[in-house]
């Protein structure tokens, strides 16, 4: 791509140093307490806001590999909570997950115009060529990012443009994200009521709660989870084959947008974690855990992957889309959010999820109790289905607002504006000849010194 006049292009390596952050030992009080605020990346949100739940002392940053870095410095999420951006409002010391981009020379880049920059940068390392979030991106692959750099003046005019944009685009996201709480509001509802007995003429006290093993199918590995690392890696991964699922792919349906593949001599292998239509897959990790759906009728026989559970319910005793509102009824997730464990990343074990106890009616009273639900749950859907469209638009115009402003076409140039080539150059000059007079400095006080 051709670049406006007075434009230049950089690698981030050559305008910034990167800055790693540590975690000084919580198990030494001297460590924390009065001191630097400090953060981690669960402190941030994504709308770069941060709030700082801890400071460290000098003795905790001395004997630590956090770092103090100046407020107004651009940080960015490198590992857990990959693609958070923030601009730091204070000076402030972070985990070993951030990554600070401290200029080598101060004055060539508007903080907020960086940000905004590295809002498509990110987004790009965080995904793979085939659309997979990856784990986390090292400083070498910031370092080599390209950033498009024009003049300092036309840097405040786009960073204007994108906040009033982003404003207006705000405010529509804020509104169909407020109808998207009252969905999940009046979801829990009728769930509640369900389950109460006040959408049918069934008496809850006379239901039986059974656990998951008690309602599995008669068959060896009804309830499983998926294999450890040790039984599948990512270089059993195939272009074709046995199709693997993954935590992301289990929401309130499924919803598999990339797919991978294992061998079917690896998938005979693995043949305990097989997961057959009509399926329940639940997540026993995320926040929180617990997401559940029926793998579709329509898909051939998987694999699940490490941190899903496969059940497969005794058809004699309920039918897995009554199982399905049960698990997100209020009952049992008030029982899964008791089984839950870890801070950084929230996990159910196999184990505790076996003995929560699901609410049971006569099978003819599960099927009342479904068609109950779906009733009042199928305008709900379409709604939330409108609402994510409509987000989805949101984001694909927030991206193509930020493509126009770093191609140079957001804003018109301005003519008259100092070429960014000589900024650079004048801003180079004028600190190599503040760090000769430092030099000349030093080495009178040393004469003096020494005459």
Known sequence: MELPRGWVSRDIGEL?????GGTPSTENESFWGNGIPWFSSADIDYFGNIKSRRRV???GIENSTTNVVPENTVIIVSRVGLGKIAILREKMCFSQDIQALNPIVDGTIDQKYLYYHLIPIVKKLKYNGRGTTISGVTKKQLSDENINIPPFAEQHRIVEKIDALFSELDKGVEILQTVKEQLKTYR???LK??????LTEDNPNTWDYKSPDELSALQKHALTIGPFGSDLKVSDYTESGVPLIFV????????????????????????AHQVTPGDILITKMGDPPGDCCIYPPSREIGIITADCIKWTVDSSLSIPEYI?????????????SGITR?????????DRFRKILIPIPRRENQIQIVEAI???????DKVEQLVDENLAKADALRQSILKKAFEGRLVPQDPNDEPAEKLLERIKAERAAAEQRMKQQKSVKRSKKNG
Do not use: H, M, W
Request: aromatic residues 10%; positive net charge.
């Open 188 to 190: 829990q509802s009728v």
């Open 342 to 350: 870890g801070v950084a990343q929230k996990k159910i074990s196999l």
């Open 374 to 380: 779906e009733s009042r749950l199928s305008v709900c």
């Open 57 to 59: 002392t000098k003795e």
């Open 248 to 271: 992301r792919d289990i929401r309130s349906f499924f919803r598999q947008n990339t797919q991978k593949f294992i061998s079917e001599d690896k998938a005979r292998e693995l043949s």
């Open 16 to 20: 910034f140093n990167l800055v790693g």
């Open 193 to 198: 009521s369900a389950f109460e007995g006040k």
């Open 324 to 336: 399905i509102f049960a698990i997100r009824s209020p009952y049992v997730k008030v029982q899964i």
